[in-house]
């Protein structure tokens, strides 16, 4: 039988979509060192986050292509990831070139959750292999501080740029950092274009794969300013089912939708109480609600996460249960939660954005 050939490889795989982005393997560029031994095959796959919500469907299919490869008898799948940039790349939209995607957490309104699922969101990116930051831009009520456990300021090295604090193997900066707790602060247009800049470009981020930004509850001036000035890759809605806290979010996104920030899609926070004694399930905040919104607006719903008390501990005690219980339930919520996310900022990077004619 004659020798099989690299070409042959890459033949096969190029018949191999990528199941989100519906574009094949090779021209993906997510195929690397090929080798070949005797009817053995060795490859990498590139994937476009480490936290990739279809590995396991890649896997199979990659299997399947290179096993009808005539002469192929073993195939070993060696994982990679290469995030892409996500945010875009017009004049003036990346002040901070080795952060590849901002990701910012919104909510239409306060005490939903928004800093749990940021933090967690972030730990969760970190526990799949990513690099990560997380930059608490919620300059009303700064809670990272607390629920990393991080306390102290930030240092200067050359007296220009602050090192980030780190904490559970995120680099962490928040505004809680640089104003006392009592320091009732009155954010202003410009002092705040100013403080959000260089909490960005200020920062020793170095090279990250995620940015995720904490930013302030509702849809008023604040989160609106901050939103134009990050061009981000996208946003992350955080809500309670319940319709007071859905409404908020139809509003949240309409102002996202105006500055042009992508919806990456709705979690649903609180999204039921488990007994831990008898492990019934309870609907605090009524059921369902997120799920419709989501609907009607459009944008996925990336996760549901219970109302729980080991979440409420980790936050309190500076410990995220993602970090603490990584195999638990509540970790899961958020891992599944963190994938969909990750796999929704590739598709998007990869997207090419039409222009949009408004015939109305
Ligand atoms: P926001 O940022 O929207 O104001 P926080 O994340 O600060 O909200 O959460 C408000 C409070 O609710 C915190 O004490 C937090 O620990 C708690 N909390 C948030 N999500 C959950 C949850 N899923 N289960 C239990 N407690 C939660």
């Known amino acids: 039988m004659s020798q099989l050939t690299e070409r042959e490889i890459l033949a096969a795989l190029s018949k191999v979509n990528d199941p989100e982005l519906h ?61 892409r940039h996500g945010q875009k790349q017009e004049k003036g939209g990346n002040f901070i070139p080795g952060v590849k995607n901002v990701v910012l957490v919104g909510a239409g309104k306060g005490g939903v ?7 967690n969101l972030a730990a969760a990116l970190r526990l799949e292999g990513a ?13 990272v501080p607390i629920m990393t456990g991080i306390s102290g300021k930030p240092t200067s090295v050359d007296g220009r740029t ?33 403080a959000i800049t260089q909490l960005l470009r200020d920062v020793n981020w170095g090279n990250l794969d995620y940015l ?28 309670t089912p319940q319709d007071v806290a859905l409404a908020d979010v139809v509003k949240a996104k309409a102002m996202f939708d105006r500055v ?65 219980y990584p195999d638990s339930k509540q970790a899961q919520a958020f891992r599944e939660m963190a994938r969909k996310v990750a796999g929704r900022i590739s598709v998007q990077a990869h997207q090419v954005k039409l222009p949009v004619f408004n015939l109305g």
């Open 260 to 324: 042009d920030v992508p919806v990456l899609g709705i979690v649903e926070n609180m999204s039921d109480f488990v007994c831990p004694h008898c492990e019934k399930s309870t609907p605090i905040f009524s059921t369902g609600g997120t799920h419709r919104a989501g609907e009607a607006m459009g944008i996925p719903l990336l996760g549901a996460i219970p109302l729980d008390l080991a979440i409420r501990m980790g936050g309190d005690k500076g410990t995220p249960v993602t970090v603490e």
């Open 162 to 194: 602050l090192e980030p604090m780190e904490a559970h193997g995120l680099k962490v900066m928040s505004i809680g950092f640089l104003v006392e707790p009592d320091q009732a602060m009155v954010w202003r247009g410009p002092m705040l274009h100013s």
């Open 131 to 143: 690099t990560v930051g997380l930059l608490d831009a919620d300059f009303y009520g700064p809670s």
């Open 113 to 119: 959750g928004k800093s749990t699922v940021a933090l």
């Open 23 to 83: 574009r094949d393997l090779v021209s993906l560029n997510m195929v690397q060192n090929v080798r070949i031994e005797g009817g053995g095959v060795k490859l990498r796959i590139d994937l476009t986050t480490p936290a990739c919500p279809l590995k396991g469907k890649i896997q199979g299919d990659v299997e399947n292509a290179l096993r009808a490869v005539p002469g192929v008898t073993a195939v070993e799948i060696e994982w990679g990831a290469q995030v």
């Open 212 to 239: 995720v930004l904490d930013l302030p509850p509702g849809t008023g001036d604040v989160p609106l300013s901050l939103a134009q000035i990050v061009k981000a890759a996208g946003v992350v809605l955080v809500s």
